[in-house]
């Protein structure tokens, strides 16, 4: 449990620096809370950053007034790599000659350089033992250029090629080659200074493990280069939304940023001369369970046929995406079948829904268990809902299962926008049998609870086919609950779709998602748009049921 700050006795506020009490909670002055734990004050240097330090002179005694003892490399007899006793004359580190005081006084400690890292630059001339992968056990500083202190006795030796000749300087260089000036290269060489004992080396120097220096053109380090030019991906093959440069594995994650790549289905869109459809994920859900189909073809007297189609996986079912798309796909391929051999279209848009229920019911066919499942556990069939439009022969043809729905906005906006289709919904049929007004029937929680839809375990298909024959141009909206309860009357909706509409369906399209987004994106948003063009000498109601 953590304890509260109690001030000291005599302690004074650190708001006002006004004497405080032992025991006060509060300052009697400023009223500052004593509970809160002080901020720590920040560290200032004691000395400013680039200003010189005189360091005193060494006394050559201790805090007792006892002369230090000073050891030196000689005062303890060596071996070789043998074991044998140094003879004298042989080859090791010493003090050369001029060593100062301080040299001697370094050899009562652990060797170390002469001068730490950022000591002054000596005078011209005076150039730097050259660093080595090796130690040289001969190198000592020239005279007249200063000295450096070599590996004494009573500490771990120091190779003297890591001391500078008289100077600090006694880091590699960043490519690890020596500076100029190293060791038999003329002015601040290194010479051989007087044999002693003390130290042994256990091997004759050798450049087995220096490193060579990388040519002057190239890269100082090849991770570097790697990693500043990714590597092109192969022509063909998809790149990395993110990064724009990696190529795409097999499990959707970039090759060289590792950024997750978005589903195909998570954001679709397609355009189709006269028709164009967008899909949406929303911002809710893990998945796209929406799917749709645009097409066109011609009627046997050469007209032309458009069709758009959306479908709507039910979430609470097994792999709604799937059924969705399915559904889709076999519903727009068995329009495109029938309605040039001269099927009406409103008879061609049954069959439709009736192919479309047929594929989703094949999906519960399958097998529904992964490996490791249990297979007595319940799974709800695959199910979706549906709509379709066929614009054709002067003819508009809808149809639908469920509660996706499809409505007209006139360009003009001068005659009223309208509903086509009539939702499979609980709230539906209280509106229908007249317990409910819309308004209370969409407020309730069970408002978008379907009553009809594709799959093996509906109660009854029973495909619901409309046709209309507009006086006048406009467009269909065709969409999934993800748009329309955002814009749920037809007011709403001709007010959400720009007035251009028919001659941009794609841009209109991805207004209306855009405008679910919005509005929250709580569900999977598809919408598609079909314009449809009326002859200018078009009279009567908006609308004539075929």
């Known amino acids: 449990m953590a304890q509260q700050h109690q001030p000291a006795a005599g302690s004074t506020c650190p708001g006002c620096d006004e004497p405080l009490e032992p025991g006060d909670r509060f300052c009697g002055a400023c009223g500052y809370d004593l509970s809160a734990v002080p901020v720590a004050a920040q560290d200032r240097p004691t000395v400013a950053i680039g200003t010189p330090v005189e360091w005193p002179a060494a006394t050559g005694t201790d805090t007792t007034g006892t002369p230090t003892p000073t050891q030196r490399a000689a005062d303890v007899p060596g071996t070789d790599s043998d074991g044998e006793e140094l003879k004298p004359g042989t080859t090791s580190n010493t003090l050369g000659p001029g060593a100062d005081a301080a040299c001697g006084a370094a050899a009562a400690g652990p060797a170390r350089p002469a001068a730490g890292p950022g000591a002054a630059p000596g005078p011209a001339g005076s150039g730097a033992a050259a660093p080595s992968a090796v130690p040289h056990p001969t190198t000592a500083p020239a005279a007249g250029q200063g000295h450096g202190c070599g590996p004494v006795v009573g500490g771990p030796a120091v190779p003297s090629a890591q001391v500078s000749g008289g100077h600090g300087d006694h880091e590699r260089s960043a490519d690890g080659a020596p500076p100029a000036g190293s060791a038999g290269t003329g002015e601040g060489t290194a010479q051989e200074a007087p044999a002693a004992s003390g130290v042994r080396y256990d091997s004759p120097p050798s450049g087995d493990f220096e490193l060579a220096a990388p040519a002057p053109d190239g890269p100082a380090d090849p991770r570097a280069a790697a990693a500043a030019e990714p590597a092109a991906a192969p022509p063909g093959a998809k790149l990395c939304v993110a990064c724009r440069a990696g190529r795409v594995d097999t499990d959707g994650y970039c090759e060289n940023c590792g950024h997750a ?83 009406h279209p409103q008879q061609a848009m049954h069959e439709a829904i009736v192919a479309a229920s047929e594929a989703v019911n094949s999906l519960a066919e399958q097998s529904e268990h992964a490996p490791g499942d249990d297979p007595n556990r319940h799974q709800n069939a695959p ?4 709509v379709g439009a066929v614009a054709a022969g002067g003819l508009l043809i809808v149809g639908w299962v469920g509660d996706s729905r499809a409505y007209w906005v006139p360009d003009d906006r001068s005659g009223p926008p309208a509903r086509l289709t009539e939702d499979d919904s609980w709230a539906a049929q209280m509106v229908a049998a007249g317990l409910m007004n819309e308004a209370e029937a969409y407020a309730d929680e069970r408002a978008h609870a379907i009553t009809g839809w594709l799959g093996a375990d509906a109660y009854e298909l029973e495909p619901h086919t409309a046709a209309f024959k507009p006086d006048r141009s406009g467009v269909v909206v065709v969409c999934t609950d993800g748009l329309w309860n955002y814009a749920e009357a037809a007011e709403e909706m001709a007010r959400a779709i720009p007035a251009d509409a028919s001659e941009r369906p794609l841009h209109s399209a991805q207004m209306l998602v855009g405008h679910a987004l919005d509005g929250g994106g709580h569900d999977n948003v598809t919408v598609a748009v079909l314009p449809f063009a009326v002859p200018q000498q078009g009279a009567g109601s908006a609308y004539d049921m075929a």
């Open 261 to 343: 790549q978005p589903r195909e289905r998570d954001h679709m869109e397609q355009e189709l001369g006269s028709v164009a459809a967008v899909s949406d994920r929303g911002l809710r859900h893990h998945r796209n369970e929406d799917s749709f189909a645009v097409s066109s073809t011609a009627l046997p007297d050469g007209s032309p046929a458009v069709v758009a189609v959306v479908c709507d996986g039910v979430s609470s079912a097994t792999r709604p995406d799937e059924a969705s798309a399915a559904a889709a796909s076999a519903a727009n391929e068995r329009l495109l079948e029938v309605l040039p051999r001269g099927t």
């Open 383 to 386: 199910a979706c809902t549906i």
